[in-house]
Each structure stands twice: as structure tokens, then as C-alpha cells.
């Protein structure tokens, strides 16, 4: 019997049976080719290692080229990226893994020097707070501060829609097991859900069911290509980068929750307040919003943000979570599953190789050695 035991119970979700319910969260590591937003080899080697996850959600990859918002980060839009990304899929397949991969739309949290110099979109005009990782590709790099974004037209809303939809097909062509909308950590649909940003006064504005529509009709891009049960959907309450927020995070994300269910979808995953991006808020404020949510969605419920292992079974065992995703833990820990099935021990992550670089603190985590197993 595994420590942690609740852990192991295999998983049903997707179509795919899930052997763990440990999840390998998405993790941008900007380690990708700029010219071209492509993956390679060293991609391939760094998800490999960490097969063993019951599902892993790729880093954040973006549908467009409006969609980037740091440096190094790949994209899933053309065929060049999707056939480098197949040497991904095909590593964490021949290990037996399963991957999904995390479609992107950064809206503000950008800078023109990722799009010939125009201003980034969101759903309305405003500057995010905090830096742009432009990397060198701008001179006062690696960091400058934002800039303002314009808000999109309402008659954009249909492209942007189809750039979902042609992300959706190049995942499949990188041969994908499914894609998670990122709908998370303030980029541009979580723009439209916040308060904060979200002035509009057209159909995608004001109340809480026009500033989800953004939300719905982006799912419904990806499901007219995807079956239901190959999309997972992310949200955070709070959190992100460029400081938004949302006047009522238990409503408008529960009403989030809510308008995800019926679809049969393969998860919706939820980043709980207060984890590593700060926003830290009451506790019981937090335990409301998730079980809100929880309940509010019909299918697989993914909780992440700040757990450890033992925590994380707590939550399995007592039903609060299905599954749990972690971040940093994956990240520094290639065998995360084994480690937490003999509980630890577990390398610490180094925080500054966490963007940018090469295989230091990307491919070069150990696994458990011969003593630590005998230790176990
Ligand atoms: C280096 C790093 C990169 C991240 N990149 C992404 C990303 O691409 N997409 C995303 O939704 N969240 C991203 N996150 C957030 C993580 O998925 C996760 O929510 C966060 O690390 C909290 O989980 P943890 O406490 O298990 O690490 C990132 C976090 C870190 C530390």
C-alpha cells in the first residue's frame, strides 16, 4: 500500500484511465525557440522525465501570435509548432504518460515587442501593474513595465474565436491527448471575467453572465472541433499577474463554475486563493469559493495551489478534489508520484531557473536514488 494511498486510486477522466490522481500543473519555462515558437528535444527530455504524472497539462501555450505575452514560450498555431511538439507527445506517449496541452491568450499582460509594435488587446483599455518578460528581445530587457492595451472590438470577437479553433486543431495535429482553456491567472478571458478590467458595455460586459460569455464561446470554439471530454478548462479566483481582480470572486467564478457543467467536459481545474501569486484573503472565504465551484461543475474536479502531498490526499480522501495538480513540486521533482508514494523526500525548486535558459533546472532534477528507495 503507497503512503498517501488516496493518491493512487485510479482515475477515470477524458476517456483516458488515469493510473495516479497526481496531476503535473502548467509550468512556462521560456525555453522555447523565439523564432518560430517552437519546442525541442530538450522539450521532449523534460516532459519524458515526467511521465509518471497522472495527466500532465503542458506549459502555456499560445493560439496566436496576439497571444504571447513572454519571452520563449511556444506556441500551437502553425504546423511547424504542432510537428515540434509531436516530439513532446510521443516522448510522454512512449513512456506511457498522457499529455493535454494549455492553450494561452496573455491579452494585457504582453508588450508591443511581441506584436510589431501594436498595442496588446483585452476587454478594455487599461495598464497592468508590474513588468513585461520581454527577455532580450527589447533593448531595457529582461524586464520592462506594461504598457496600456486597447480593449478588442466586438466584431474581433469572431476571429478571435476561430484562432481558438485553429489552436484546437494544431493540438490535435501534435497529437494532444485533449487541451486546457486557460482561463486563469488574469490573461485575456480571465480579463473579461474581472471586474477590475472589465468595463464593457457591449454583450461581453456588466452583469456576471455577459463578462462569462467570453468563457462560453471560446469553449464552444474548441468543442466544435474537440469532443467534450478531450477539454479541460482552468480557472483562479484570484491571482495573475498585472493586478486584476474581481469584486465578488464567489459569484462570478461559481456562475464560471456553473456555465462549464452539462458539457461532459474533462475537467474543469481550479487554482485556490492564496497560493504562490499572493492575493491572500480569509480562509473561510476560500473554503466557500472552492466548494462553490466544486459544486457549481458536474464532472472531474481538479484542485491545485500550494498543496502537499499530504494535504493533497486529505482533499482526495475526504472528495473535496478528484485529482490534485502540483507545480513546483513537478517541477523539481521528475518522479513525483514514486517520491509521494513513499512520502519524500522531495529536491527543493530553484527558483532562478524557473524562465529562460537551458537544461540547468529544466532537465537536470534527479530522481530518487538507490538509498533514498531502500531508505523508504
Ligand atoms: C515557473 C512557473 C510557471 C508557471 N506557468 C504557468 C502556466 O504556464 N500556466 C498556468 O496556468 N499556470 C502557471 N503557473 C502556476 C502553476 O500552474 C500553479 O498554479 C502554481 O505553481 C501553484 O501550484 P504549486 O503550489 O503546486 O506550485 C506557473 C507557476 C510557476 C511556478
Known amino acids: 500500500m503507497p503512503q498517501n494511498s488516496s493518491l493512487f486510486e485510479p482515475l477515470s477522466l477524458g476517456g ?3 493510473p495516479n490522481r497526481i496531476l503535473m500543473a502548467p509550468l512556462t519555462r521560456s525555453r522555447s525557440i523565439e523564432d518560430g515558437h517552437l519546442q525541442t528535444p530538450l522539450h521532449a527530455e523534460y516532459y519524458g522525465q515526467r511521465a509518471g504524472a497522472g495527466l500532465i497539462v503542458s506549459e502555456a501555450t499560445q493560439i496566436s501570435s496576439e497571444g504571447q505575452g513572454y519571452a520563449w514560450t511556444p506556441g500551437t498555431y502553425t504546423d511547424d509548432q504542432a510537428r515540434s511538439w509531436r516530439q513532446v507527445t510521443d516522448a510522454v506517449h512512449a513512456k506511457g504518460g498522457r499529455i493535454f496541452a494549455q492553450l494561452w491568450h496573455v491579452g494585457a499582460i504582453s508588450h508591443p515587442v ?33 504598457v496600456a492595451a486597447r480593449a478588442l472590438e466586438t466584431d474581433e470577437i469572431p476571429r478571435l474565436l476561430d ?10 495535429d501534435a497529437r494532444f491527448d485533449g487541451v486546457e482553456l486557460h482561463a486563469a491567472n488574469g490573461y485575456l478571458i480571465d480579463q473579461f471575467l474581472r471586474s477590475s478590467v472589465n468595463t464593457r458595455d457591449d454583450l461581453y460586459g456588466g452583469s456576471v453572465e455577459n463578462r462569462v460569455r467570453l468563457l462560453t464561446e471560446a469553449l464552444s470554439a474548441l468543442l466544435d472541433v474537440l469532443p467534450a471530454e478531450k477539454v479541460g478548462v482552468r480557472l483562479s479566483p484570484t491571482g495573475g499577474p498585472g493586478g486584476s481582480s474581481d469584486a465578488d470572486p464567489h459569484e462570478t467564478y461559481t456562475a464560471a463554475a456553473r456555465a462549464l457543467a452539462c458539457h461532459g467536459l474533462a475537467y474543469l481545474h481550479v487554482i485556490r ?8 484573503g480569509d480562509t473561510k472565504d476560500v473554503e466557500r469559493i472552492m466548494t462553490g465551484m466544486r459544486d457549481a461543475f458536474d464532472g472531474v ?3 491545485n495551489g500550494g498543496f502537499t502531498p499530504g494535504e ?11 485529482a490534485i495538480a502540483f507545480g513546483r513540486l513537478f517541477l523539481a521533482n521528475p518522479d513525483l508520484p514514486e517520491r509521494i508514494a513513499q512520502d519524500g523526500p522531495y529536491n527543493e525548486a530553484d527558483k532562478s531557473t524557473f524562465y529562460g535558459g537551458g537544461a540547468k533546472g529544466y532537465t537536470d532534477y534527479p530522481g530518487l536514488t538507490a538509498e533514498e528507495k531502500a531508505a523508504a
Open 301 to 303: 474536479f481538479v484542485a
Open 114 to 146: 511581441f506584436h510589431d509594435g501594436a498595442a496588446p488587446v483585452s476587454s478594455s483599455a487599461w495598464t497592468p501593474k508590474g513588468q513585461a518578460f520581454v527577455g532580450d528581445l527589447h533593448p531595457e530587457g529582461p524586464t520592462v513595465p506594461y
Open 16 to 18: 483516458l484511465t488515469l
Open 163 to 172: 484562432d481558438y479553433r485553429n489552436a484546437a486543431r494544431a493540438a490535435l
Open 273 to 280: 486563493p492564496n497560493t504562490h501569486q499572493g492575493n491572500v
Open 312 to 322: 493533497a490526499a486529505a482533499w482526495v480522501a475526504e472528495g473535496r478534489a478528484d
